[in-house]
């Protein structure tokens, strides 16, 4: 069952001062046609004083959000597909962002946990975009207080306007509005629309797609789409901290190999997703990551830009060699993806999203987004730093969070099918070859 949350309060809350009457293009990528859903973040807090004044509370975040939409306005337009089929675009008449205010039965030390499954906190965040395109709000918000007087955040972002790092530099701006730390004029980074640089005219030639595997089709030898479509998913939640991290490395150290924190955790989580499957041997496999863009293209992005600025990068192997092969073999995959990632190979995924509408194929794929890094966890409303930071819904995509009060640890959060998941764990917590 669901938990109990009973929704007390719903409004459109409009930029605070007048903004642009206008519509805007969205680039290449913002319209590719997998963006086309609803970030979920959910952040929870517990009040350090006693005797919060909700009211006061609700109103300031009321006032924060109208405020944040003056400088973020396309937040409070709408999204819709252009006339001529090119593309996305931005409909920008202040219709408003949406605010909820809700009560539930949860307490905090229940997000210290896995959901016990993975729409267990579905109504966290009530009002559920389906399709992006057919006139909802493009910002959701919803503030939920909870029965030992804690509280949790959700907001809801229409990923064709905003990437992570996009959306997590609103959420801070947003904050520190409604705890009068900041000011427009104060205001760093300036948000930057720009979206046109993202688009395949402003680069001056096209490139070959040849080396792009995220985009290749593999032939499903085992019922992976219809696995995960049809099985019970098992939501999971596991902190490594420094010492485990570097535990790994060691291993890869010893075969004369120097890597991150990131190549070396995404390339055992991988190894020990694959491994619990028990797929095909002859199954190809995929790891898809998101990689930052912003200061690998040529200009680099300016700061502030807050639309989608990412690529995915993609290590793919068999099964067979994935699970029998060392970590090292892995954690070169992920590092050798990564490196491939240049001004060119951008330029070739611009060309090949906007040319064909083409999506990553999902057979054989593990999906990874690090959330750790783009500041979720510095997010105050007057209630104090966040103590858990997560999705809405523990899904198939792999998540790696930031863990309250220690920077240097992440939870790896992800949802395995039930048959596998306890074998998962158990290698996932083993640190071994």
């Known amino acids: 069952m669901s938990s109990s949350v009973l929704v007390k309060e719903v409004v459109l809350i409009t930029p605070s001062e007048p903004t642009p009457i206008q519509i805007l293009p969205l680039s290449a990528l913002d319209s590719q046609l997998f963006l086309r859903f609803t970030i979920e973040y959910l952040l929870v807090y517990k009040p350090s004083r006693h005797g919060l004044d909700k009211a006061a509370t609700v109103n300031q975040v009321k006032s924060a959000l109208g405020r944040a939409l003056v400088p973020y306005y396309p937040l409070a337009g709408r999204v819709r597909a252009r006339t001529n089929g090119s593309?996305?675009?931005?409909?920008?008449?202040?219709?408003?962002?949406?605010?909820?205010?809700?009560v539930s039965d949860l307490t905090a030390s229940e997000f210290q946990a896995a959901p016990r499954h993975k729409t267990q906190w579905r109504?966290?965040?009530?009002?559920?975009?389906?399709?992006v395109l057919k006139g909802a709000p493009p910002l959701?918000?919803?503030?939920?207080?909870?029965?030992?007087?804690s509280a949790t955040l959700a907001v809801g972002f229409n990923h064709c306007l905003c990437d992570g790092i996009?959306?997590?530099?609103?959420?801070?701006?947003?904050?520190?509005?409604?705890?009068?730390?900041?000011?427009?004029?104060?205001?760093?980074?300036?948000?930057?629309?720009?979206?046109?640089?993202?688009?395949p005219k402003s680069y001056k030639y096209k490139s070959s797609t040849s080396h792009h595997p995220e985009f290749k089709k593999v032939p499903d030898l085992c019922g992976f789409i219809s696995r995960f479509n049809q099985e019970r998913l098992a939501p999971t939640s596991v902190i490594f901290d420094k010492r485990r991290v570097n535990e790994l490395k060691?291993?890869?150290?010893?075969?004369?190999?120097?890597?991150?924190?990131?190549?070396?955790?995404?390339?055992?989580?991988?190894?020990s997703w694959a491994t619990a499957?028990?797929?095909?041997?002859?199954?190809?496999?995929?790891?898809?990551?998101?990689?930052?863009?912003r200061n690998k293209v040529k200009p680099s992005l300016p700061s502030g830009y807050y639309g989608n600025g990412f690529v995915l990068g993609c290590a793919q192997t068999s099964a067979k060699d994935l699970v029998e092969k060392g970590l090292g073999y892995a954690t070169g995959l992920v590092k050798r993806a990564k490196e491939r990632?240049?001004?060119?190979?951008?330029?070739?995924?611009?060309?090949?999203?906007?040319?064909?509408?083409?999506?990553?194929?999902?057979?054989?794929?593990?999906?990874?987004s690090q959330w750790s890094r783009l500041g979720l966890e510095r997010v105050d409303i007057?209630?104090?730093?966040?103590?858990?930071?997560?999705p809405v819904c523990c899904d198939r995509y792999c998540i790696l969070l930031p863990v309250y009060d220690h920077k240097d640890s992440v939870k790896v959060n992800v949802a395995v099918p039930a048959t596998a998941v306890e074998k998962y764990l158990h290698l996932l917590k083993s640190i071994g070859t």
């Open 87 to 102: 593309g996305l675009e931005v409909v920008c008449r202040a219709q408003g962002a949406a605010f909820l205010q809700a």
């Open 123 to 131: 109504k966290l965040l009530s009002l559920q975009v389906v399709d």
């Open 140 to 149: 959701v918000v919803q503030l939920t207080w909870l029965s030992d007087c």
């Open 166 to 199: 996009g959306s997590s530099e609103f959420l801070n701006l947003f904050a520190e509005l409604a705890t009068g730390k900041e000011k427009f004029t104060d205001l760093k980074p300036k948000p930057v629309w720009d979206r046109y640089l993202m688009d």
């Open 250 to 271: 060691k291993l890869i150290y010893s075969q004369s190999s120097i890597c991150t924190s990131f190549e070396v955790l995404s390339a055992h989580i991988w190894k």
């Open 277 to 293: 499957l028990n797929l095909p041997t002859n199954q190809t496999l995929k790891l898809l990551f998101t990689i930052n863009i």
């Open 341 to 368: 990632v240049d001004d060119e190979y951008v330029r070739e995924v611009v060309d090949t999203v906007s040319s064909n509408g083409t999506s990553p194929d999902s057979v054989g794929v593990l999906i990874m």
């Open 382 to 390: 007057g209630m104090g730093r966040p103590v858990e930071v997560g």
